[in-house]
């Protein structure tokens, strides 16, 4: 992959970011510049604090130590500014609930809209742009719940998309997801750092990271290693975090 020269004006930014659940330190005083316009992969084992790291960078959870930047500003303004867009794990939806893909990608549009939530023009223009993108107009109008693992990842995204951030926080988007829409979500994430949208994606997979990344994060409470993924993914480094040296392809 012809990676993009990074970008001198961070996107992101963490000074000595330390969280702590009482006497647990889920991060412990991390440093790390993310430049802009890019996809950084983030990867570490199981309680390493990838979700933790999310939760900072839009100000869920209180910071024990450290500071946050977001596009220059802090997480608070980041987020009132629509700058900052976050895709978790898990949704925490009533899959049953009565509401359509389409209304929920518009659910993105919220930040664009008045106090009265009044739809316009511009808001279905860029609501049927994202379907397009993700492959899901033939099913805008299906209810959520009655879409597959990776349909609901893709409405997800679309949602994030229409909301139209600068940076886009994507924990585990391939998980549960079949091969072809998994593709399909690569491509995008791609296509939106070509934009010049800043992208930070935790994963598991780490065979299809350097299809995915320009750069790759390795975390375990504060980061390990941070660099190309070629040089990340060598098993002398992975070994810093998981213990071992990583079996190559391993991490799906």
Known sequence: MNRPVPSTDPAISLTGVTVAYG?????????????????????????????????????????????VRLAGVTSDAARAAGLVSYMPQAENVDWDFPVSVREVVMMGRFGHQDRMRRIR????????????????????????????GGQKKRAFLARAMAQEAQILLLDEPFAGVDRP?????????????????????????????????????LLQQRVIAHGTPEDVLR????????????VSGAGR
């Open 23 to 67: 006497e647990v330190l889920a991060l412990d005083g991390v440093d790390l510049t993310l430049g802009a316009g890019l996809v950084h992969g983030l990867v570490g084992m199981n309680g390493s604090g990838k979700s933790t790291l999310f939760k900072a960078l839009m100000g869920r959870v209180r910071l024990t130590g450290g500071e």
């Open 121 to 148: 023009a511009a808001d279905r223009a860029a609501v049927a742009d994202a379907l397009a993108e993700v492959e899901l107009t033939h099913l805008a109008d299906r209810q959520i719940g009655r879409l597959s």
């Open 181 to 217: 829409s998994e593709d399909t979500i690569i491509r995008l994430l791609r296509s939106l750092a070509a934009q010049g949208r800043t992208l930070v994606v935790s994963t598991h997979d780490l065979a299809g990271l350097p299809n995915l990344a320009d750069d790759v994060v």
């Open 235 to 246: 098993p002398e480094t992975l070994g810093l975090a998981f213990g071992a040296p990583a």
